[in-house]
T-cell receptor
Framework: EAGVAQSPRYKIIEKRQSVAFWCNPISGHATLYWYQQILGQGPKLLIQFQNNGVVDDSQLPKDRFSAERLKGVDSTLKIQPAKLEDSAVYLC???????????FGPGTRLLVL | GENVEQHPSTLSVQEGDSAVIKCTYSDSASNYFPWYKQELGKGPQLIIDIRSNVGEKKDQRIAVTLNKTAKHFSLHITETQPEDSAVYFCAASDGGYQKVTFGTGTKLQVIP
């Protein structure tokens, strides 16, 4: 069974530029999560989707971050414009449903200069 | 919201010794407590989890204990091996849509 796929794996941009990350969850998984992991910290949930609907986006900085999950499968996370403090690893995870085991992708490492 | 504290932040043990990592949580409604292992350059991987209707769960060399009254839970790794070296995260889920809040991580180093 293929795991959660993410791309790109690494991205370096300058502040005020925009960037987008892509996630392909495990086939059949209804729930998709985006986390931000700053160096030395645990992952912090940014947004949770159930199929193509948003369940929780309370910690998403909506003035600069946006996410969508069209057709309830793949998802993209966008940052526009990026700030220095956005430098982090962005992790995507999926689970069969809410409350079930989450499976993480390898993450996208973002460096904002 | 939920707050999860994790200790210690770093832990070094000799190969074959045991390692214990402790976490506390704040929300008494939390009912699901997973533990994740994260190796360098990889995403977290679930290693064991426990739900609030049990006090202890074992899986080979790994065990987790839960004290709901005190709101703390612990990870125990016995007979540690060099491949156990990684960062370990505890987490708690606050019910409802099962939003998971992670601890700050413990970097475990197993010395051969």
């Amino acid at each position: 069974e293929a795991g959660v796929a993410q791309s790109p794996r690494y991205k370096i941009i300058e502040k005020r530029q925009s960037v987008a990350f892509w996630c392909n969850p495990i086939s059949g998984h209804a729930t998709l999560y985006w986390y931000q992991q700053i160096l030395g910290q645990g992952p912090k949930l940014l947004i949770q989707f159930q199929n193509n609907g948003v369940v929780d986006d309370s910690q998403l900085p909506k003035d600069r971050f946006s996410a969508e999950r069209l057709k309830g499968v793949d998802s993209t996370l966008k940052i526009q414009p990026a700030k220095l403090e956005d430098s982090a690893v962005y992790l995507c995870a999926s689970s069969p449903g809410t409350g079930e085991t989450q499976y993480f992708g390898p993450g996208t490492r973002l460096l904002v200069l | 919201g939920e707050n999860v504290e994790q200790h210690p932040s770093t832990l070094s043990v000799q190969e074959g010794d045991s390692a214990v990592i402790k976490c506390t949580y704040s929300d008494s409604a939390s009912n699901y407590f997973p533990w994740y292992k994260q190796e360098l350059g990889k995403g977290p991987q679930l290693i064991i989890d426990i739900r609030s209707n049990v006090g202890e769960k074992k899986d080979q060399r790994i065990a987790v204990t839960l004290n709901k009254t005190a709101k703390h839970f612990s990870l125990h790794i016995t007979e540690t091996q060099p491949e156990d070296s990684a960062v370990y995260f505890c987490a708690a889920s606050d019910g409802g849509y099962q939003k998971v809040t992670f601890g700050t991580g413990t970097k475990l180093q197993v010395i051969p």
